[in-house]
C-alpha cells in the first residue's frame, strides 16, 4: 500500500493508472462500518484509493474539530490488510492553503435536518468531497448510509457538477445491539452507551409501525419522540420523516421515506437513520 501525503504526488501516482478505481474518503480512526466500504471498493474495482483526512471546514467553530480522535498508524494497517493500493493522508494546509475562497454549495438540501443543527457542514463535506474527486480519478466513490444526507448532497453535487465518479451507498453498520458504528462512539461512557440505544429503538418502532401499514409521518414522529423523551440522559436535536431525495418533509408517506435523527447524549451526538418503502 502507497501512502500519499500531497496532491501532486497523488495525480502522478494515478496518472498511468489501467481499470477502475475505487474511491473510499475517511476522516480516520477506523471501524467496521468503514471497513464495509473499503470492502465493497475493493471488490467492484481494480485500484481501491482510500483517504484520511479529518476536514476542518466541516466542523462548526463549537463543534469537536480539535477533540475528533485520530490513529493513524492503526488506520494505516486496517487499510493495509484489506489490500487498499493507494492511502491519502494530506494536511490541512494541502488541502486549505492559506488564501482559499471556493466553496461547493448545494443549495437547499444543506439546510435541512443535519444543516439545521450545523450550519456550513455540507458547504465543507461538498468542498472537500469535490477536490477529493478532481484529484483522484474514480468510477465510483462509496460512502455509508449512516450519513443519509451526506450521500443526498453528494449525488446532487455529483449529477449537478457532472462530477465524473458514480455514488454508491453501502448500508450502515451495527452493533449487535443496533448501536451505528461511529468513530465518536469511543467517547460514550458504559450510562451513556446504553441510553445511545434508544436511537435504534425509536427507527425501530418507525419500521414496525410502517411494517403495520401507518403511512402518517406525523403518528410515527410522536411515537418516536415519546421514545426519545423518555431516556432522560438524552436530548433530542430532530426527529424527521422526509422524501428520500427531495429531504422535504413529509406528512404522508407514499414513497421512499428517510427517517432520520439526531440527539446528545452526554456530549456526545448521534445520528441516525432507516430508509421506509425501499
Ligand atoms: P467518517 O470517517 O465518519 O467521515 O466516515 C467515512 C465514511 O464512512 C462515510 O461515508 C460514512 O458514512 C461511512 N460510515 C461511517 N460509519 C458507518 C457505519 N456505521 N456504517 C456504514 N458506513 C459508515
Wanted: with cysteine.
Amino acid at each position: 500500500m502507497k501512502r500519499i501525503l500531497n496532491v501532486a504526488d497523488m495525480r502522478r501516482a494515478l496518472a498511468e493508472v489501467r481499470g477502475s478505481v475505487g474511491l473510499v474518503p475517511t476522516m480516520g480512526y477506523l471501524h467496521a462500518g468503514h471497513m464495509a466500504l473499503v470492502k465493497m471498493a475493493r471488490s467492484d474495482n481494480d485500484l481501491v484509493v482510500a483517504t484520511i483526512f479529518v476536514n476542518p471546514t466541516q466542523f462548526g467553530p463549537e463543534e469537536d474539530f480539535a477533540q475528533y480522535p485520530r490513529d493513524p498508524e492503526r488506520d494505516l494497517a486496517m487499510l493495509r490488510k484489506e489490500k487498499v493500493d493507494v492511502v491519502f493522508t494530506p494536511e490541512a494546509s494541502e488541502i486549505y492553503p492559506e488564501d482559499f475562497c471556493s466553496y461547493v454549495t448545494v443549495e437547499g438540501l444543506s439546510d435541512k435536518l443535519e444543516g439545521a443543527f450545523r450550519p456550513g457542514h455540507f458547504r465543507g463535506v461538498a468542498t472537500v468531497v469535490a477536490k477529493l474527486f478532481n484529484i483522484i480519478p474514480a468510477d465510483r466513490a462509496y460512502f455509508g448510509q449512516k450519513d443519509a444526507q451526506q450521500v443526498v448532497v453528494i449525488r446532487r453535487m455529483a449529477r449537478d457538477l457532472n462530477l465524473r465518479p458514480e455514488i454508491i451507498a453501502v448500508p450502515t453498520v451495527r452493533e449487535p445491539d443496533g448501536l451505528a458504528l461511529s468513530s465518536r462512539n469511543i467517547y460514550l461512557d458504559g450510562e451513556e452507551r446504553q441510553a445511545g440505544l434508544v436511537l435504534y429503538r425509536a427507527l425501530s418502532l418507525a419500521r414496525e409501525m410502517y411494517d403495520r401499514g401507518e403511512r402518517r409521518a406525523t403518528e410515527i414522529r410522536t411515537a418516536m419522540r415519546g421514545l426519545l423523551d423518555a431516556e432522560p440522559m438524552v436530548q433530542t436535536d430532530y426527529v424527521t420523516v422526509s422524501a428520500a431525495e427531495s429531504l422535504q418533509e413529509l406528512d404522508r408517506i407514499e414513497d421512499r421515506a428517510l427517517v432520520a435523527l439526531a440527539a446528545r447524549v452526554g456530549r456526545i451526538r448521534l445520528i441516525d437513520n432507516v430508509v421506509l418503502g425501499d
